[in-house]
Structures are given as structure tokens and as C-alpha cells.
């Protein structure tokens, strides 16, 4: 397949481009830069410098590239995904998140791409009515982040059904850990993500680290998240593009691992590496209490299963971290 990564600098695009590259697949990258790292591109992907919100830097970049061979296939990465950041810029998440989707979609009618690839959330789910999240569960977004991404699915269906586009959208859990190459991880300032931020708790970069409410409604008071290994979900994302363009078909899958930790659980499982200074804190806006995904429909679309387990979604985050300079 000819791939366009749109995000691909990303953390999770540069995973995506990693796979991709590993499974033969020939690979182009835009990015803005604004939270991807240039070096994050694996060396033997294309890369363009453009901006989702911006027509006709991506006409520019598809005029290049599709005169040659055109896409098979559209993966879009570039999405602003904190979701404290999105209570407090919600407009800035509906320009980037909405309005860039709305362009992207308007270049790729235009170039009569027809398989795209789109990371949404499991933020869309908000407070779950089930204990495990499936993809026909009711959507009631709790923050703007959700909000956002549950608007670009939507505007997804439509325009397939308008002109005959399949869609793959992907429902992201808690997504950690570093490729296993430790060429790429999650790298950049001001991390808000509790797996590297109890790493470099751990690794002694920051002196403590925050509990945000430990009075939630599960086994020891703390949120209850489906951690996922990034190198997982990039994999899903190489089997989700085959099958959409295989069977001209659309289809939307949650990726998780069908289990849930709390907080405390992370903590204590990088403590056995290391110590872990922590307090508790008041609640952080926008968590709702438990996000589990049932991955049932991912198996068995995609035969997918999650091979890292949340100890080597810490070992592999620790050991990047360490190979970066313990940033
Ligand atoms: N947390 C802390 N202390 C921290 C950081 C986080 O207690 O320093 C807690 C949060 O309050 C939350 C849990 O750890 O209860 C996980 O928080 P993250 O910030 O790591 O992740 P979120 O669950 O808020 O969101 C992530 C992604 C979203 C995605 C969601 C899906 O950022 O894009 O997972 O489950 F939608």
C-alpha cells in the first residue's frame, strides 16, 4: 500500500509510520512540527511539512505525491489530544480536531482517495454505562476532547455514505510505552500522562507526582484506565488499513486490552523498579471514573490482540526515557 501518515512526527503517527515501514508498506509523512519531532520519522518515510488546517498545503503535498502513485490509503494522527488542555481551549481543540478533519476530507474526495484511517478516542464514551466499553455502548462525552473526536466520526459516516469513502475509525484507550528500537517514544515537555509522568517520578526527574482523587467509585479510589502498548495499536492500525481497502468495507473497533488498572495499580507496579514519591489531590476536571475496553470486535475483524502487557508498557517507556537523557 502507499500510506499518507497526516501526523505521522506524532508520537503515536511515528509508531504508526514503524509498522507501516516494518510491514513494507511504502510511506508518506505530513506534519506541522507543533508537537512532532522531525527525527520521530523513520528514515525511510517521505516527509512533507504541512498543516491539516491549512487546503492547500495538503493539496500541494497530494498533487506531488498522487501525480507519481496515488494514496491507498489516508491515516490521520494529527489531532491535539489533552484532556485537561481541552477543557481550557475548547476552540482551539474544534479548529485543529474538527475543522483540520474537514479539510483533509475534502482534499481526499478531491483526489478520489477511498480508505481512511482515524484515531478517535475512548473519551468519546464518557461516564461508560458498562463496566467493559463496546463500540455500540451509548457515546455522552464528558470533556471537549470526546466532544471533538465524536464530531469527526460522525463527520466521517457521512461522507462515506455521500461518496462511498470506508473508514476505519480506531477507539483509543491509554496508550504508553516506546517502540521497541527505542528509536521513538513519547517525547516532548510538560507531559500530563500518568505512565511517563510515574516514570520520571521514578527515575527522580520530578520529586513527586500528583494522585487526582482518590474518593472515585473503584476497588482503591483512584481512575481505572485500559492501558495500551503504542506498538499495539500502530500494528492494528497496518491489519485496519489492509482490511477496509481489501473488502471495501467500513468498520469501527476499539483498542484496548479488555483490562483495567487504577492509578495506584501503575504506581505501584513502577515502584517495584524503583520508588515513587506521590500524593493525593484533588480531583482533575473532565475524568470520569473507568475507561475498560472490550477488544472483542478488534479479534475478531482483525484478528488483533494486544502481545504487550502493562509491564512492558513500563519497561519500554523507563528505557527510552533513559536513552533520552531521563527527560
Ligand atoms: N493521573 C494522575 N496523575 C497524573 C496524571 C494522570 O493521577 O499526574 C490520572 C488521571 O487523573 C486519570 C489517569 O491518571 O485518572 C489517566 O490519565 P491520563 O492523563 O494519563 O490519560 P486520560 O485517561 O486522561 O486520557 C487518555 C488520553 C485520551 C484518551 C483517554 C482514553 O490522553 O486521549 O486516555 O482512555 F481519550
Known amino acids: 500500500m502507499k500510506v499518507c501518515v497526516i501526523g505521522g512526527a506524532g508520537y503515536i503517527g511515528s509508531h504508526a509510520v514503524y509498522e507501516l515501514i516494518r510491514d513494507n508498506n511504502e510511506v508518506v509523512v505530513i506534519d ?15 516527509f512533507y511539512e504541512g498543516d491539516i488546517t491549512v487546503k ?10 498522487c501525480s507519481k502513485k496515488p494514496f ?22 474544534y479548529h485543529n480536531n474538527v475543522e483540520g478533519l474537514r479539510i483533509m476530507l475534502e482534499v481526499i474526495k478531491e483526489f478520489n482517495i477511498k480508505n481512511v484511517v482515524f484515531s478517535s478516542t475512548a473519551a468519546v464514551y464518557g461516564e461508560p454505562v458498562h463496566e467493559v466499553c463496546s463500540e455500540d455502548d451509548r457515546t455522552k462525552p464528558i470533556n471537549p476532547y470526546g466532544a471533538t473526536k465524536l464530531a469527526c466520526e460522525e463527520m466521517i459516516k457521512w461522507v ?12 483509543y484507550f491509554n496508550v504508553a510505552g516506546a517502540d521497541k528500537s527505542l528509536e521513538i517514544g513519547l517525547e516532548k515537555d510538560n507531559l500530563t500522562h500518568l505512565v511517563p509522568i510515574t516514570i520520571q517520578t521514578a527515575l527522580g526527574i520530578r520529586e513527586k507526582m500528583q494522585v487526582y482523587g482518590n474518593d472515585y467509585d473503584t476497588k482503591d479510589g483512584t481512575c481505572v484506565r485500559d492501558y495500551i502498548h503504542v506498538s499495539d495499536l500502530a500494528y492494528a492500525h ?56 472490550s477488544n472483542s470486535k478488534a479479534k475478531e475483524i ?15 517507556d523507563m528505557a527510552f526515557r533513559d536513552k533520552i537523557g531521563r527527560k
Not at 506541522?32 to 517521505?46: E, F, I, M
Not at 462515506?160 to 477507539?171: E, H, K, L, T
Not at 490482540?305 to 509491564?311: A, D, G, N, R, W
Open 32 to 46: 506541522n512540527l507543533s508537537t512532532g519531532l522531525r527525527k520521530a520519522v523513520h528514515k525511510d518515510a517521505k
Open 56 to 65: 492547500e498545503d495538503l493539496v500541494r503535498i497530494f498533487e506531488a505525491e
Open 72 to 93: 491507498d490509503v489516508v491515516m490521520h494522527f494529527a489531532a491535539k489530544l489533552i484532556v485537561p488542555e481541552s477543557v481550557s481551549m475548547p476552540l482551539e481543540y
Open 160 to 171: 462515506s455514505a455521500a461518496y462511498g469513502m470506508n473508514y476505519c475509525i480506531f477507539r
Open 238 to 293: 497496518v491489519l485496519g488499513a489492509k482490511y477496509i481497502s481489501e473488502n471495501n468495507k467500513s468498520i469501527l473497533v476499539n483498542l484496548g486490552s479488555n483490562e483495567g488498572y487504577t492509578v495506584k495499580e501503575v504506581i505501584d507496579e513502577v515502584s517495584k523498579i524503583r520508588h515513587v514519591n506521590y500524593e493525593y489531590v484533588e480531583r482533575r476536571a473532565g475524568d470520569p471514573a473507568k475507561l475498560i475496553a
Open 302 to 316: 482483525l484478528g488483533w490482540t494486544p502481545k504487550y502487557t502493562l509491564k512492558d508498557i513500563i519497561e519500554t
